[in-house]
């Protein structure tokens, strides 16, 4: 773990050669900059290189390291380890989340450097779920608004995905052919056949050719560790150089601790950690994507005297409405062999649970995905989960090149209970640290019992022996919703602040529903959105450091 | 190089231009050696797992020997013997890979036909052994050498199998690179050319002769784009055992190459019969 920052003096690391360097400009900590941004991952990553390459001054800070996949990340479950935000979190209330590896990374680039690539957009009357199908809450924004977007993204990563996908409105096709389904994924292709529903290869951020610098993948399952080959399309591969050749600054091991207000009651800049001193940057906006657990904790940490809740949080909806997904499994062993390690985890899905509004007795929708845990990964979860232990453990591992499994990615219903608030403890840099409370609503658990039972019959009818299942959670959204009304949400649907004018949010805290799909393409085309409406404000001068007073103008 | 010193003949005989028997021989080596290279490098990927897959790299290096045979002059019967083995071994490719294409789960799918068997590839070996006969004087009874038109039209089909196949390959590359193109572009004209011939005969000589000459050089040009290609895998060169597997295949644009003699000899016999 590098213990000084690498993006300083005017150089970064370049991410596609090993110990190489690419020029990076430099700001002054008292130099205003237009926009400065706390974490780098799909929300504060890709909108750096959307707001760079307009012409903005930018400087992204994240709390964690600056790597170069080629050189630093090794094949080893354990060693790779150094990819999460293992700071310490309070996780309670009736069915507690966990964290780390599960939902949180910490690096330049966040999460997506250890993400699983699977890269779905939503279905459209999702953004309008309480409308049209009457339940939880609708977005303020249409899916006209966000098409174009999810476009944009899908592009920007060279999705590899189906020549013709069976779900959702008619699209473009991705813009890289999808990978080689393997066996893992076949057993899920059989299973969804012989229960005459739809499957297809999964859409994925990972080459399935060259590009540029970036190797194809080589299909070797390290995807959830940490890319070695740059085949993956992470924000630290993609946004990251991109806003750097644009004029961005990005500053790694850079903790933000307080967002700072004037006594105009408007957002001057952020208060940091790097290098063993806080140092104050100045701004004349601030945008915080630090995710559903940072970026609740930021603002409530930052309350002052003009904002005694935290900021943003007139509504109180600051750390409410946390989601989480809901990702139960069924395991089954085959009698051939499968070796579900080898390819990117899930290479293989059927939205059909996501489409089909018949036959559900729960509201919302669920995505079923191929599964290919890593070795000690599964060995873990067997251990933990099913208190498998000693020769019986080393039995069911002598199956592992054997096994085959299903997972959910499912919606779960947004609560106000479940949320994220601030505890007495406090962390090295000694700020108060997130305590975090989740339960599952019985719509939630509905769910989850009848994708078990659909499951269970897939893993048949692809001819498992045998099979059991296990709960689980997956991946973090909202707790700062975004929304029409100023009483219940935290932000409009540009992630502009209610509360403050030049105080923005663009990270997956901002979803008022979970949808039934992984978050990041979604989070990405949220993110290029917002760049968008930033600039248009910016030329109509209504992006004021106050309101009516233009102060940025961009390119 | 080599090439050109093995269909020129000997020295010392009168005409400097290739005989339209020692182009075809030389389609046939070409053919077959690309077939040789291509599924003997593909199967050993396969781990050779079914047996069947040793007898596509046998008979296309029977059908390179009786190839060389016929272009050092000794023909008999052991040429025609390899010739048509791999007429009858390439279809029965063909029918072997697209069975192995039909057996994965569900309907014909791009994925299957992306990273299933290359339904097309065998027929190359099949054209190998069509040439190689037609150079022998076999299979045409009653006129030998084989007319113009026939080559053309084999040719052209040839060229049309080996443009598909690479359509359909170069699409499963996203054809990142444009020159992606270039093995679809030139042997399509090339083949509407021969059809052209076959129909209009010689009255596109000229161009019909630089087209088939850009397609022959598309052989060498794609080896070199194909190792450019296995280079830009994780570990380039350095890592050849594992990216010239996962790479693009290195033996296969040679097949132009092969086509394009045939496609000259369709040329030369005209001219012989006009
Ligand atoms: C194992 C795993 C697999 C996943 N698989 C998929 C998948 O297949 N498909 C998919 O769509 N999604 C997947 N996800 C989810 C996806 O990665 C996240 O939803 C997404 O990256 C969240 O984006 P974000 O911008 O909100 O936050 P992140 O990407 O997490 O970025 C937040 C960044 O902010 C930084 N930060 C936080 N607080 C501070 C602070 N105070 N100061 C400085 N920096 C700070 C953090 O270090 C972090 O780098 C996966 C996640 C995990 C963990
Ligand atoms: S399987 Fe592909 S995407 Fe996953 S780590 Fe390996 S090369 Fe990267």
Redesign the pocket.
């Known amino acids: 773990m590098p213990d000084r920052p690498r993006a300083r003096d005017g150089q970064a690391p370049d991410v596609f050669r090993r110990g190489g360097w690419v020029p990076m400009r430099m700001f002054r900590d008292d130099e205003a900059v237009d926009f400065l941004i706390?974490?780098?991952?799909?929300?504060?990553?890709?909108l750096a290189c959307a707001l760079a390459e307009r012409g903005f001054s930018v400087v992204a800070?994240?709390?964690?390291p600056f790597w170069r996949p080629l050189e630093d990340f090794a094949s080893d479950e354990t060693e790779q380890a150094k990819l999460?935000?293992r700071d310490e979190r309070i996780s309670g209330g009736e069915d507690p989340i966990s964290f780390g590896?599960?939902?949180?990374?910490?690096?330049?680039?966040?999460?997506?450097?250890?993400?699983?690539?699977?890269?779905?957009r939503f279905r459209p009357e999702w953004l309008k779920a309480r409308s049209l199908l009457g339940y939880a809450r609708d977005w303020p924004i249409a899916w006209p608004e966000i098409e174009p977007y999810y476009e944009q993204v899908e592009e920007a990563l060279k999705i590899s995905g189906p020549v013709d996908f069976p779900w959702g409105p008619p699209r473009k096709r991705y813009p890289y052919r999808p990978h080689p389904v393997n066996a893992a994924g076949l057993v899920l292709a059989r299973g969804a056949e012989a229960l005459g529903i739809s499957w297809a290869p999964t859409p994925?951020?990972t080459v399935s050719a060259p590009r540029g610098m970036a190797h194809p993948c080589v299909y070797r399952g390290f995807c959830?560790f940490g890319c070695s080959t740059n085949a993956k399309q992470s924000?630290l591969t993609v946004w990251i150089p991109r806003a750097i050749q644009a004029g961005a600054e990005i500053r790694d091991l850079?903790?933000?601790?307080r967002v700072e207000i004037g006594g105009d009651g408007l957002v001057t800049g952020v208060v940091?950690h790097r290098e063993g001193e806080w140092r104050r940057q100045r701004a004349r906006n601030v945008v915080?994507?630090?995710?559903?657990?940072?970026?609740p904790?930021?603002l409530l940490n930052s309350a002052c005297p003009a904002f005694p809740d935290g900021l943003a949080n007139s509504s109180g909806m600051v750390g409410k409405y946390l989601m989480t997904h809901a990702n139960h499994a069924v395991w089954g062993t085959m009698d051939e062999e499968i070796r579900w390690n080898k390819g990117p985890p899930?290479l293989a899905l059927t939205e059909h649970w996501n489409y089909a509004d018949d036959g559900k007795d729960f509201d919302g929708g669920y995505a079923i995905m191929s599964q290919g845990p890593m070795p000690a990964e599964w060995a873990n979860s067997v251990a933990v989960k099913h208190g498998v232990w000693g020769i019986a453990l080393r039995n069911r591992m002598m199956l592992y090149n054997r096994m085959a499994g299903l997972k959910i990615?499912g919606e779960t219903l947004p609560q106000e209970s479940n949320r994220v608030e601030l505890a007495e403890e406090e962390d090295e840099y000694g700020?108060p640290i997130a305590k975090v409370t989740y339960g599952n609503c019985d719509n939630d658990k509905r769910l989850a019992a009848h994708s078990i039972r659909f499951m269970t019959d897939m893993m048949h009818a692809a001819g498992a022996r045998d099979s059991w299942s296990e709960g689980g959670t997956?991946?973090?959204?909202g707790g700062c919703r975004m929304g029409d009304d100023e009483r219940d949400s935290v932000t409009d649907s540009d992630g502009r602040t209610w509360d403050i004018p030049n105080l923005w949010i663009?990270?997956?805290?901002l979803f008022p529903t979970a949808g039934g799909?992984?978050?990041?393409?979604?989070?990405q085309a949220l993110?290029l959105r917002i760049g968008d409406r930033m600039a248009a404000l910016a030329a109509r001068g209504e992006l004021a450091g106050r309101r009516g007073r233009p102060s940025v103008t961009g390119r | 190089m080599l090439l050109g010193r093995l269909i020129t003949p000997a020295r010392g005989s009168r005409r400097r231009k290739p005989s339209p028997q020692r182009l075809l021989y030389s389609s046939s080596a070409l053919l077959s050696l690309s077939v040789l290279g291509d599924s003997g490098l593909e199967h050993y990927r396969g781990l050779y797992r079914n047996r069947a897959m040793y007898v596509a790299p046998t008979i296309a290096a029977a059908g390179l020997a009786g190839a060389a045979a016929g272009l050092t002059g000794r023909s008999g019967r052991l040429p025609a013997v390899a010739f048509r083995s791999a007429v009858v071994t390439g279809l029965a490719g063909v029918g072997f890979h697209a069975w192995n294409l039909m057996k994965k789960p569900g309907r014909l799918r791009w994925d299957r036909l992306f990273y299933g068997a290359p339904a097309g590839a065998p027929a190359a070996l099949a054209l190998a052994g069509v040439f190689g006969l037609m150079a022998a004087g076999r299979g045409f009874p009653r006129s030998r050498p084989p007319p113009g038109e026939a080559v053309a039209l084999v040719t052209a089909i040839g060229l049309g199998g080996n443009i598909a196949e690479v359509a359909l390959l170069h699409f499963r590359g996203s054809y990142q690179n444009r020159f992606m193109y270039l093995p679809i572009a030139i042997p399509g004209l090339a083949a509407a050319g021969l059809l052209a011939e076959a129909a209009w005969p010689g009255k596109l000589d000229g161009a019909l002769a630089s087209l088939l000459g850009a397609t022959a050089v598309l052989g060498p040009l794609g080896m070199v784009f194909h190792s450019y290609g296995v280079s830009r895998n994780m570990g380039g060169w350095a890592n050849f055992s594992q990216n010239v597997l996962s790479g693009p295949p290195l033996a296969a644009p040679p097949s132009f190459s092969g086509l394009a003699l045939a496609g000259f000899a369709a040329l030369a016999l005209r001219n012989e019969e006009l």
Request: with cysteine; aromatic share 6%; proline share 1%.
């Open positions: 706390v974490g780098t991952g799909a929300g504060g990553g890709t800070l994240d709390a964690g999460y935000w590896s599960n939902n949180s990374g910490k690096a330049v680039g966040g999460s997506t450097v250890h993400f699983q690539m699977v890269s779905l994925l951020a959830k924000a850079a903790m933000a601790g940091y915080v994507a630090g995710y559903s657990v940072e970026t904790r930021l899930s990615v700020l997956a991946h973090l959204m663009c990270d997956g805290s799909v992984n978050p990041s393409l979604t989070i993110a």
